[in-house]
């Protein structure tokens, strides 16, 4: 194995997962699935609801409280051809919570299916928002990177949350291999979710129930939600041999000034629920390094981490600590008075990242040749086979609707 991340082969991150493995339908309880716990090398199981007895008393625990959008739309031509629009992120306005408010048109970033089909001209449909008729129109503008640009209209006075609501149908993840059901409307959101933009849920908080929040808090265990919204991107398979050969997408964070105040208070140091939150935390001290280094004249540019930076520029943020980096941001927000940080963020957590605030993980089990277990390896080194293998062995269930993991690695 290489200590360069950009070198490791994906191959050596696989393992054997039969399709029968693949939970299709989560458990009717969610605090009734499994919990596997790796404490520094040992690994046992309990189930999830015991998880607030497995944590320390006085800790910071960090959710992702994004909220999955019923994002494919879908469209037949007069001769019969179905075209799916499939909405990845905002483009005009780009602003997340403006979109979703705003009335009559918009414009978003998306995946089209069977575009070859779609050549020229709109598509229309109709349907009823909260009683109302409503005709839906979509236009092709063109290609924009990997995506496509969709103008979007709509008659009548709704909100665009209003019109996704009541035409939209909610993406559950490909290889789940079945359609979406009624039943996932409720189920493929966690209880905590409130900000509209994922077009996949954050799957590690799908085990948490109020019962099990609750008992977080008798615990003494402090609460923090932070918001990254969840890109098609995440079920992307790595295709290349190298892992240098994978592009990470982008994806939109907010971390609220009284969150980053908390970490400061709890050390910088964080349990992370979800590899989404483990990404915007970490992502965190990136971000507070910019501002750091450009003080005098902070950008959009300086808000956004890119993908090998932590690895490409090691050297130059070694001597900053995860308190002067947050400190930096609590600074920045404070003299700019702003409540919110809104960022983005690309980077890859792979074998060979130094974990600078995230001290314990939540997680569920991943897809081989991910970029989510080389995050997991990342964590507990070549230990992953071990709990995979465990897993298996153990009749766990596996992927969104699957069971869950708590990592706890050598040193904590």
């Known amino acids: 194995m290489t200590n360069d991340p950009k070198n490791i082969r994906i191959s050596d991150y696989d393992y054997p997962l039969p399709d029968s493995r693949i939970a299709k339908f989560p458990l009717e309880q969610r605090d009734q699935s499994k919990l596997l716990v790796y404490d520094k090398g040992n690994i046992s199981h309990r189930q999830f609801f015991n998880l607030p007895e497995l944590l320390p008393e006085g800790a910071l625990m960090v959710f992702n409280n994004t909220r999955v959008i019923r994002a494919r739309l879908h469209f037949r031509k007069e001769t019969g051809a179905l ?9 005009a306005p780009a602003d ?7 009335c009559g048109e918009c414009e978003w970033l998306c995946l089209i299916g069977n575009l070859k089909k779609w050549k020229e001209g709109a598509l229309h449909r109709a349907f009823l928002v909260k ?71 954050p799957t590690a908080g799908l085990h948490f129930t109020e019962r099990v929040l609750a008992d977080i808090d008798s615990h003494g265990i402090e609460r923090e939600e932070l918001t990254l919204h969840v890109g098609a991107g995440t079920f992307r398979p790595v295709k290349s041999e190298l892992v240098s050969g994978h592009d990470m997408h982008t994806e939109y964070v907010s971390v609220r000034l009284h969150t980053i105040e908390r970490l400061l208070a709890h050390g910088c140091r964080a349990i992370a629920v979800g590899t989404t939150s483990v990404r915007t935390l970490e992502s965190l001290y990136y971000i507070g390094c910019h501002i750091l280094k450009h003080q005098e004249g902070v950008t959009d540019n300086d808000l956004h981490v890119r993908q090998w930076e932590p690895y490409d520029d090691a050297e130059e943020y070694s ?47 991943h897809q081989p040749q991910s970029t989510l277990l080389l995050l997991v390896s990342a964590l507990v080194g070549d230990d992953w086979h071990r709990i995979y293998d ?17 990592l706890i690695p050598d040193g904590e």
């Open 96 to 102: 997340y919570e403006r979109m979703f408010q705003t």
């Open 390 to 406: 465990y897993a298996l062995a153990n009749d766990f269930r596996f992927l969104s609707y699957g069971d869950s993991s708590l």
């Open 83 to 91: 075209i799916e629009v499939f909405l990845l992120e905002p483009h």
């Open 319 to 365: 001597a900053i600590s995860a308190e002067e980096s947050l400190t930096a941001i609590r600074d920045y927000l404070v003299g700019n008075d702003l409540e919110v940080l809104n960022a983005s963020t690309q980077i890859i957590i792979a074998p060979g990242y130094k974990y600078h605030i995230v001290s314990r993980l939540v997680t569920n089990f």
């Open 131 to 201: 009683d109302e008729e409503t005709t839906l129109s979509a236009e092709h503008l063109g290609t924009h990177g990997t995506s496509q640009i969709v103008r979007l209209r709509w008659t009548g006075g709704a909100s665009f949350a209003d019109v996704i609501d009541a035409a939209g149908e909610l993406p559950i993840p490909p290889y789940l291999n079945r359609d979406t059901q009624e039943s996932d409307l409720t189920t493929y959101q966690t209880v905590y979710s409130k900000i509209k933009g994922s077009v996949a849920a």
